[in-house]
């Protein structure tokens, strides 16, 4: 099973300058108990933003610099080998983004973890559209802004349609 997880706003903003959008303590917690103990895939421009290893999962970053090596992560220089590399691990493979390996690896996804966040904020990269013909919306938990998480937001999850053979 390969997984997005992606926090996108009402534009399917995702980022700017290289930096998430929004702070929200909750949305992250959910991210940590989705992708503990998995394999996390992500591009070289998430891994800086993101700055080190993300702890308990095996950090996959992929990247077509030549002899770029850091202490914590396995860095592959395509996306294919990612997936190889995360399916020798465990069977549930989280795709963390940003936006150029979303739109690389939406269509060899199973399952979308979104979590909507109920803001339009100016943005520099976008997650693809949600194709309804596609996917399909099975579950949604939404929360209320507080005093830790700026923003009302959802997680949602969407299953494919038509399962992938
Ligand atoms: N809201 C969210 O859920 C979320 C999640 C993750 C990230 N983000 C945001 O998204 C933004 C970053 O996204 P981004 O689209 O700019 O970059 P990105 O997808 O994180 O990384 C792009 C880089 O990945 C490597 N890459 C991409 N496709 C490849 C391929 N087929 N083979 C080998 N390497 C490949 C390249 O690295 P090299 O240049 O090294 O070759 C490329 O420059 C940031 O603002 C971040 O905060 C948001």
């Known amino acids: 099973m390969i997984t997005i997880v992606v926090a996108m706003g009402l534009d399917n903003e995702i980022g700017a300058d290289n930096q998430l959008l929004w702070h929200l303590p909750t949305d ?7 992708t ?16 080190k290893p993300l702890p308990n999962r095996t950090n996959i970053v992929v990247s077509r610099k030549k002899d770029w090596f ?6 592959v220089g395509s996306i ?6 995360a399916k020798k691990i465990n069977e549930d493979i989280f795709i963390i983004g940003g936006g150029n ?4 690896t939406l269509e060899l996804t199973d399952k979308l973890e979104v979590t909507l966040v109920k803001a339009n904020l100016k943005a520099d990269v976008f997650f693809p559209k949600i194709n309804a013909k596609i996917w399909e919306k099975r579950d949604e938990i939404c929360h209320e802004k507080d005093e830790k998480n700026e923003y009302d937001f959802c997680f949602q999850t969407y299953e494919r349609k038509i399962k992938l053979s």
């Not at 992250?28 to 989705?34: D, I, P, S």
């Not at 390996?101 to 690389?104: A, D, L, R, S, V």
């Open 36 to 51: 503990s103990e998995h394999p996390i895939i992500m591009g070289r421009k998430t891994y800086e933003s993101i700055g």
């Open 101 to 104: 390996i979303y739109e690389q």
């Open 28 to 34: 992250l917690k959910h991210f940590k108990e989705l």
């Open 70 to 75: 850091e202490e914590g992560i396995l860095i």
């Open 80 to 85: 294919k080998e990612a997936i190889k590399f």
